[in-house]
């Protein structure tokens, strides 16, 4: 029993998830959006645009930095975050903040299109499912 044990070891372990790596543009850009200091973030997400223009996350996180700034750039907004979908057409964050940026600009049924690839992307609810859901059902009862 103790020999099968130790020679399941190793494959236990090869089976391990990698450890995950820290993205120094994710963290600085991350702070800056805990204190909403969001020209500092889209300042931080657009030189890592400009080292790893094919990085969704950093289109996805520049585009939500740029849409809660005071006076956003919608055409920017969305230009950003239809690249971070072309890149990673499962990217769960980018159909969240698209789908709540489409209900800034009253577009609903867009909203709706994106929280439906939600929840096809998420077998169980994520978080980004249950928020797209929230902001929706929030922006239906004001209207």
């Known amino acids: 029993m103790l020999a099968?044990?130790?020679?399941?070891?190793?494959?236990?372990?090869?089976?391990d998830p990698p450890?995950?790596?820290r993205d120094p543009v994710i963290e600085k850009a991350t702070a800056a959006t805990k204190r909403q200091d969001?020209?500092?973030?889209?300042?931080?997400?657009?030189g890592g645009l400009a080292t790893d223009p094919n990085n969704a996350s950093y289109h996805n996180l520049y585009a939500y930095s740029l849409r809660k700034s005071a006076n956003p750039d919608m055409n920017?907004?969305?230009?950003?975050?239809?690249?971070?979908?072309?890149?990673?057409?499962k990217h769960r964050g980018?159909?969240?903040y698209i789908g709540e940026a489409y209900l800034m600009v009253g577009n609903?049924?867009?909203?709706?299109?994106?929280?439906s690839a939600l929840d096809k992307l998420c077998?169980?609810?994520?978080?980004e499912y249950t928020?797209?859901?929230?902001?929706?059902?929030?922006?239906?009862?004001?209207r």
């Open 123 to 127: 077998f169980f609810p994520c978080v």
């Open 108 to 115: 609903l049924p867009k909203a709706k299109e994106h929280l």
């Open 38 to 46: 969001w020209a500092s973030a889209a300042d931080v997400l657009k």
């Open 76 to 89: 920017l907004v969305f230009k950003h975050y239809n690249e971070a979908l072309r890149i990673d057409p």
């Open 131 to 142: 928020d797209l859901k929230k902001s929706i059902a929030e922006y239906e009862k004001k």
């Open 19 to 21: 450890a995950e790596t």
């Open 94 to 96: 980018a159909h969240e």
């Open 4 to 15: 099968l044990a130790f020679a399941c070891g190793p494959v236990l372990a090869a089976g």
